[in-house]
Nanobody, 123 residues
Framework: QVQLVESGGGSVHPGDSLTLSCSAS????????IGWFRQAPGKEREGVSS????????YYADSVKGRFTISRDDAKSTVYLQMTDLKPEDTAVYYC????????????????WGKGTLVTVSP
């Protein structure tokens, strides 16, 4: 049974940093591109960042470029999202997602989802 478990969410102030983690089990993550989506209150889920199987390519939404950094440790079956200079508009539930191979795009590409971790940024 495939499981993705996110952790690291919480409540912070603007300008603070958080690092999210997603641990995968039940599959060999080496074969999957991994990334993060988020869903803010009242909004649709959107792609935030992804990293391909060899870690040679990363993607960041324009809204987080320069502030978020994605990385993966396949030996630990874990992907990380370092978030710095957090803003109130980063408030959302963050979902870890896996896509087989190096395919990545919208939600239709995703094979597995985590249950999400809440990040709240407020003064």
């Amino acid at each position: 049974q495939v499981q993705l478990v996110e952790s690291g969410g919480g409540s912070v102030h603007p300008g603070d940093s958080l690092t999210l983690s997603c641990s995968a089990s039940g599959l060999v993550v080496d074969y999957y591109a991994i990334g993060w989506f988020r869903q803010a209150p009242g909004k649709e889920r959107e792609g935030v960042s992804s990293i391909n199987t060899s870690s040679s390519r990363t993607y960041y939404a324009d809204s987080v470029k320069g502030r978020f950094t994605i990385s993966r440790d396949d030996a630990k079956s874990t992907v990380y999202l370092q978030m710095t200079d957090l803003k109130p508009e980063d408030t959302a539930v963050y979902y870890c997602a896996l896509s087989y191979g190096d395919s990545w795009g919208d939600e239709s590409y995703i094979d597995y989802w985590g249950k999400g971790t809440l990040v709240t940024v407020s003064p």
